[in-house]
Each structure stands twice: as C-alpha cells, then as structure tokens.
C-alpha cells in the first residue's frame, strides 16, 4: 500500500521560509517523479514543482521560480519542498503527489496516481 505523508506545514511571517517533506512507503522516489501542489480556500489544485526520477529534473510553476527548491533523499525515500521568500498569496493546503512517467512531469493533478493528505501553509502579513 502506498502512502506518502506531508510535514512541515504551519504558520509563517510574509517573507519567511519552510520546508515541506514528503516521505513515502509503498513506492521508491528514485522510480517516481515526485511533485508538490498546492490548493487555496476556493480555488483548484495547481502545480507547484516537479522533480523527475530519471535524471533529477527540476521544474515549477512560475510563480514560485526562484523561491522555492524541490529536491529529493533516495536514501530517506523523501521529497522535499524548500520555500522562501513567502508570499501571501503562496497561502494554500500543499500536497505532495507521486507517478511513475519518465517523460516531462505533468503539471496536471488527474496525471498522479499517489496523493498525500495534505499540509497547511499559512502566510501572514
């Protein structure tokens, strides 16, 4: 049974940074591409950051390119979404998601088969 559990969520100044985990059982990231999303009070789920399995790919969503870092520790079977420079509007339940492509990660959420429960992040002005 897979499972991939979120951490790392919680309440931070405008400005400031967190650092989501991600860690699986179940599956290996080193043969899934690992991605986060995200999904604000009201609005639909988008595509934050995207790490593929086969060669380390990195790839975000414009509007966190350059503040946030995804990487991954095979070691730990863990993803990991470093941000900084939090904005407002960066506001939003996270998830982390997993599929086995090989090709260009996806940045649509039906595309992963493997979905986490979710941790809040909050920004605050």
């Known amino acids: 049974q897979v499972q991939l559990v979120e951490s790392g969520g919680g309440l931070v100044q405008a400005g400031g940074s967190l650092r989501l985990s991600c860690a699986a059982s179940?599956?290996?990231?080193?043969?899934?591409?690992a991605a986060w999303f995200r999904q604000a009070l009201g609005k639909e789920r988008e595509f934050v950051a995207a790490?593929?399995?086969?060669?380390?790919?990195?790839y975000y969503a414009d509007s966190v390119k350059g503040r946030f870092t995804i990487s991954r520790d095979n070691a730990k079977n863990t993803v990991y979404l470093q941000m900084n420079s939090l904005k407002l509007e960066d506001t939003a339940v996270y998830y982390c998601?997993?599929?086995?492509?090989?090709?260009?990660?996806?940045?649509?959420?039906?595309?992963?088969?493997?979905w986490g429960q979710g941790t809040q992040v909050t920004v605050s002005s």
């Open positions: 179940g599956l290996t990231f080193s043969r899934y591409t």
């Open positions: 998601a997993a599929d086995q492509t090989g090709w260009t990660p996806s940045r649509t959420a039906a595309s992963y088969d493997y």
């Open positions: 790490i593929r399995w086969t060669d380390g790919s990195t």
